[in-house]
C-alpha cells in the first residue's frame, strides 16, 4: 500500500493533487504508477525545504499552504523570487537537468502540505511519459520567465540606488555622472 493511500486524508489529499497544474492530466495508469512515489509532508511555517547551493533537488506538488523561492547573497539579503500555493508546484528540475546547485532556495511562508518525491525519480517517470514531460517542463519554463519578469523589474526599481551605489564605490568615475543630483537611496 502507498504512503498515501494509509494516510488518514488520503482520500481529499488524491483530490487535491488530482488538480495540481502538473498533475490533472494524468491517466488512471500513469497516476497508479505515480502514487507510490509520493510522500507527503507538512512542513512548519518558516521551514526550509530546499536549500540554495545544494546539491539534494526533489519536486514539490503543494497541497495546501504557501511557498517561497528566495534567493541571498553572500551578506545574507533575501529576494523573494515567486510564492506558490495550491494546486501550484516547486521544483528544482531546471538546476537538475543543469548538473548545477540549486541557485534558491524554497521555504514555507504558511503551515504547508505538500507531496514530494525526489528528483531521480521525478525526471524517470518523465522519461517515460513525453507528453507529461513537455506539459511539464512548458511549466517550468513559464515558472522561470516569470521569474526573470520579477527580477528585472526589482532591477529597474532600484536603478537610482544602483548607480549612487556605483558613483560611491568608483570615485575615479567622470565628473559629469558624479554632479547628477540621484535621489537617496
Known sequence: MTQLALHPQSKIIRLQLRQNMVLKNLSVAQWNEFEPLLEIIDYAKGETLELQ???????????????????????????????????????????WRLKTPMPYSIRAVTRVRAAKLSMLQWAAFLERHAKIKGEFELEVMKLMSE???????????????????????????PSACRKRNWPPI
Do not use: W
Not at 53 to 66: L, R, S, V, W
Not at 67 to 90: H, Y
Not at 147 to 173: E, S
Open 147 to 173: 521569474v526573470m519578469a520579477h527580477t528585472i523589474t526589482l532591477h529597474l526599481l532600484d536603478a537610482p540606488g544602483r548607480v549612487q551605489r556605483l558613483c560611491a564605490n568608483t570615485p575615479n568615475l
Open 53 to 95: 547551493g545544494t546539491h539534494a533537488m526533489e519536486q514539490y506538488f503543494i497541497i495546501d499552504g504557501i511557498l517561497k523561492r528566495t534567493v541571498a547573497n553572500a551578506q545574507g539579503k533575501e529576494m523573494i523570487l515567486r510564492f506558490a500555493a495550491e494546486s501550484d508546484i516547486d521544483t528544482s528540475y531546471a538546476a
